[in-house]
């Protein structure tokens, strides 16, 4: 028999009261910094497109300063709330502005000139280069926050393809073509980088009304929250913990594969502290195990990235934590174990959780029609557990998604809390994607992070300095 629990949806802390939604949180209690005076009110949106849309940007800006119903007759109104509009006197508690001191007209015969290029690498490459001066313009010469790109309707299929969605990354068993990959997106975010302004990409289509685009509140919800995080250098909320206990840092581990899709990957570290603040950190190539077809550091290699992470979270917070829980999203090694085992007696932190977060194809059915709860734990044995972090949502009086919910499998490797503790963490952390405020995210935060960084990092040259806000990568 499997042992199960239920684990109640994590709260989330606002501005002056706690709520499992996060729209419904910032609509009644604001975002969580209002609590701080010394805090910015204004975000200073800097923009680049062609004229015409440049103006549908200003219009949708414009409509997202109020209130925007909630989705026309839904049967499920928590999940498709109102918005509450982005100004002073609302959950935000800011406003956005725009000017045309701060916007860069594109040229329509600049565009045209790209789309004549008949090579798909070099048309790409012209088109990054297109926004990228425009951009490089802006944050070198106009005080902003942030820079939106819309990108043109011309762009569809010839530069910007829609991407298969994938939600960690590759692996040894991915293709191993040899083309060298070129995406607009990704490439125009690592070459805008080194200029220290967060940029957001746009799609033309997703700027009007339309059946085959989200409605008009979730789509604010999304894209001013995401404005938000990205310009304040703050997050709108921050996960609710019991103050009695010891504070605690999370680093995710992950790997990425270069853009030839060779073997040969690059760690990566993402250190996520109490508050939800980020830090992404580069490591060092690494080579496929022979044995299990997986990346793993060696046991130098581990020590020096877990070293690093929490120097990086000593000088943030001026203290270290009292607990540091490690996920991963492949199985540890021995050399691993012993680096990371070595960087956290170094340090001195008291208590360690060494987790391993991976999909699994076990499956498991409750009776009706609805899938199993959100928050589902289901014990196979004593350091081995499924977790549902997507499923039925009590609180939307639905699944809202699409197919059949695939639960995570949590794999203990060492721990010195219980394993609920541990799942109640994973489902806590998986509401901690500011760019999307539906909260039932698949992945905790310290592996769903993963895949964005890794695709702009890949894009990165050895000797380039990669940004460690998480701003710069979603």
């Known amino acids: 028999m499997f042992d199960f629990h239920h684990i109640e949806e994590p709260l989330l802390e606002f501005g002056i009261d706690d709520h499992y939604c996060p729209r419904q949180g910032i609509n009644n209690y604001d975002v969580y910094d209002t609590r701080f005076e010394a805090r910015k009110r204004e975000l200073l949106i800097g923009i680049v497109g062609i004229s015409e849309d440049i103006e549908k940007l200003d219009n949708w800006i414009e409509r997202c300063k109020g209130p925007i119903p909630g ?38 015969s600049d565009i045209k000139e790209v789309l004549e290029v008949k090579d798909w690498n070099e048309r790409v490459s012209d088109a990054v280069e297109l926004f990228y001066k425009h951009i490089k313009f802006i944050a070198q010469n106009k005080l902003v926050d942030v820079i939106v790109c819309v990108v043109p309707k011309a762009f569809e299929k010839s530069i910007v393809k829609d991407e298969t969605p994938k939600e960690v990354e590759e692996t040894a068993e991915d293709s191993k073509k040899p083309e060298l990959e070129i995406n607009f997106r990704r490439a125009l975010k690592a070459k805008s980088m080194h200029l220290g302004k967060p940029i957001q990409l746009i799609r033309e289509y997703s700027l009007k009304d339309s059946t085959k685009t989200q409605d008009p509140a979730t789509k604010a919800w999304n894209f001013c929250t995401a404005l938000y995080y990205k310009a304040m250098q703050t997050v709108p909320w921050k996960l609710k913990r019991d103050s009695n206990l010891g504070t605690v840092c999370h680093v995710g581990i992950s790997f990425y594969r270069s853009r030839d899709k060779k073997s040969v990957q690059t760690s990566l570290a993402q250190i996520f502290n109490e508050h939800g603040n980020g830090v992404i950190l580069r490591g060092t190539p690494v080579d496929i195990d ?40 492949s199985n540890f090694s021995e050399s691993e174990l012993a680096g990371f085992t070595a960087a956290v007696k170094q340090s001195g932190i008291n208590s360690h959780d060494f987790v391993t977060v991976q999909d699994t194809e076990i499956r498991f059915f409750r009776d009706g029609l609805y899938p199993p709860l959100r928050g589902s734990m289901i014990s196979l044995e004593d350091k081995r557990h499924i977790l549902y972090t997507r499923g039925s949502v009590e609180y939307y009086r639905t699944y809202p998604g699409l197919y059949i919910p695939a639960p995570l499998e949590i794999r203990i490797v060492e721990s010195d809390v219980s394993p609920k503790v541990l799942c109640e963490e994973i489902l806590a952390l998986s509401k901690m994607n500011w760019n999307n405020t539906q909260f039932d995210g698949k992945y905790p935060i ?29």
């Open 290 to 329: 022979k044995t299990d077809r997986q990346p793993h550091l060696t046991e130098e290699q581990a020590f020096q990235l877990l070293s690093e992470a929490l120097k990086e979270y000593k000088f943030a917070l001026e203290n270290l934590p009292g607990r540091l829980v490690l996920h991963k999203t």
């Open 446 to 474: 310290t592996i769903g992070c993963a895949r964005k960084v890794g695709e702009i990092m890949k894009y990165l040259e050895p000797s380039e300095k990669p940004q460690i806000r998480y701003a710069f990568y979603m």
């Open 71 to 108: 989705k026309a007759n839904s049967k499920q109104p928590q999940l498709f709330t109102h918005f509450c509009g982005f100004n002073e006197n609302t959950g935000f508690r800011s406003r956005i502005i725009t000017s045309s001191e701060i916007t860069r007209k594109i040229n329509n």
